[in-house]
């Protein structure tokens, strides 16, 4: 019997955004989202079984990049607090986490996603194999550690499949507020072979968390209009990606970028997490769009850095318009390209 398992884990974008929590559950969406994962940005985690625990509450040691992490300690004991309902393993083993990423530090790329979602998939498939059950009693292994890890990072939960994952209830499709799934719908093959060149725009930390920036949107008197938008856009962007509809397609991932960060300028506290790179990129993708008519976008997450997706037959073009008119507006020149769309491995 194995006691020891390793997994990378792709790290992922939403296309709608996941913004805003139910009030009344652990985790549970606002609204449904969607997203690619981002192949090559992964974490590598390994889970060990040391000992037994017979403390009540969870006992683990985490290392980063090979060292002991004290600061990581209170977010890993909180998650297998929550999942210790859930997990047999959690309850009765002690655990010898060791995570990293294949991303660099201070590029202000979360890594919680790919973090979580490796780690739930280690704890997914050591109860499996200790206890011939997955943790929660699901019977398939991508919902059981989906919905594990979920309730580390709600987005995490995403990053369990190589089609785009749907998050959140949402009347057209078969999904949950509980674990992400697989698009089941034969979409345009032009949308699997998408890229993403992550344009760093500032690589400090956040000045508002994403846990507490969703936490505002509770009294937001724009949240209930939001929340119906991303559901129409939800339904929208399956059927442009569906007909292969590119224009559609661009007009939902833009606008979702840009109403994700509208929420967090209709907070209160208000704040703003563009900075003046990230606008002057977005202007400079519109005109490149509008010049060469090319597929280019851009979408954001919770932060200042772009994402510019493509489908890979402009990435030539692509790479030229990033090297002479973006890079002067990333930090250090940095950026970092990926593929979409690959599944956790096992290794
Ligand atoms: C802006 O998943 O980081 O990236 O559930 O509190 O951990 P918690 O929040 P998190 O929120 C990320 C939101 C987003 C949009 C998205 O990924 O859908």
């Not at 201070?106 to 997914?124: K, R």
């Amino acid at each position: 019997m194995n006691n020891k398992v390793t997994y990378q884990c792709p790290s992922n974008i939403a296309l709608v955004k996941y913004w805003g929590k139910k009030s009344g559950g652990p985790q549970l969406p606002a609204n449904p989202s969607i997203s690619l994962t981002l192949a090559d940005l992964c974490a590598t985690t390994t889970v060990e079984i040391a000992y037994g625990n017979v403390s009540g509450k969870p006992s683990f040691q985490f290392m980063l990049e090979g060292q002991i992490k004290k600061s990581f300690e209170p977010k890993i004991e909180q998650f297998l607090t929550k999942i210790w309902e859930h997990s047999q393993l959690v309850q009765n083993q002690t655990l010898v986490i060791q995570s990293q990423n294949n991303f660099p530090h201070g590029t202000g790329i979360a890594s919680s996603a790919a973090g979580f979602g490796a780690l739930a998939c280690c704890i997914a498939d050591l109860e499996f194999e200790l206890y011939g059950a997955y943790p929660a009693g699901f019977d398939n292994f991508e919902k059981a550690a989906s919905f594990l890890a979920r309730l580390g990072s709600g987005s995490a939960c995403r990053s369990l499949y190589a089609k785009p994952a749907i998050w959140g209830e949402h009347p057209d499709f078969n999904s949950s507020d509980l674990f992400a799934v697989p698009l089941d719908a034969d979409i345009d093959p032009i949308f699997s072979t998408f890229r993403d060149a992550v344009l760093i725009v500032d690589s400090g930390e956040k000045s508002v968390s994403s846990t507490a920036g969703h936490a505002l949107l509770t009294g937001n008197a724009y949240a209930e209009s939001r929340y119906k938008v991303a559901n129409q856009n939800l339904g929208n962007i399956v059927e442009a990606m569906k007909s292969g509809k590119m224009h559609s397609f661009i007009n939902i991932v833009e606008s979702e970028a840009l109403q994700l960060h509208a929420m967090m300028m209709a907070s209160s506290p208000y704040y703003l997490l563009m900075r003046p790179g990230t606008v002057a990129i977005i202007e400079k993708i519109w005109a490149y769009r509008e010049k060469t008519g090319h597929p280019l976008m851009f979408t954001l997450d919770a932060g200042a850095n772009v994402h510019l997706l493509y489908p890979e037959n402009i990435h030539t073009e692509a790479m030229n318009f990033i090297e002479t008119e973006l890079l002067v507006f990333c930090e250090n020149k940095q950026y970092l390209c990926t593929r979409t769309g690959t599944a956790p491995k096992k290794c």
